[in-house]
């Protein structure tokens, strides 16, 4: 028999689609150490493999690194910065916290390869020397 963890969103699903009717799935709750069941999965014994798909699951990126926000996402995101600004401590803060950081040299000779790629937003522009205006 095989035991899997469903939300009760994924469960309204599953019996929609067998054309099942909707219930509660109900769990043998077993207290730990003589505590009291506080929560409906209190005293739940998981099993190792369980335990271990849990843990593959909570590894690697946990800050929505990689997530594809929608366009109105974004644009809510933007409007709910605009006009705020850090204050001077946080501004300190930030600035005492890069201080004393040094580049590998790696990654200095990755910057300078970088940056000799790039074209200046000014080339091509002629100048007068004497006025400094452009031509």
Known sequence: MVYI?????QHKKLCKLFDIEYS??????????????????????LTDEHKESISIAKR??????????????????????????HSEETKKKMSLSTKGQKHSEETKKKIGEASSKRV????????????????
């Open 5 to 9: 963890s469903l939300t009760d969103k």
């Open 24 to 45: 509660f799935i109900e769990f043998e709750l077993i207290p730990h150490k003589g505590e009291p069941i506080t929560g409906w999965s209190s005293g739940l014994n």
């Open 60 to 85: 690697g990126n946990q800050n929505l690194l990689g997530y594809k926000f929608s366009e109105e996402s974004k644009r809510k995101m933007s409007q709910s910065r605009l006009g705020k600004k």
């Open 120 to 135: 200046p937003w000014n080339k091509g522009i002629k100048w007068q020397k004497k006025s400094g205006k452009v031509v």
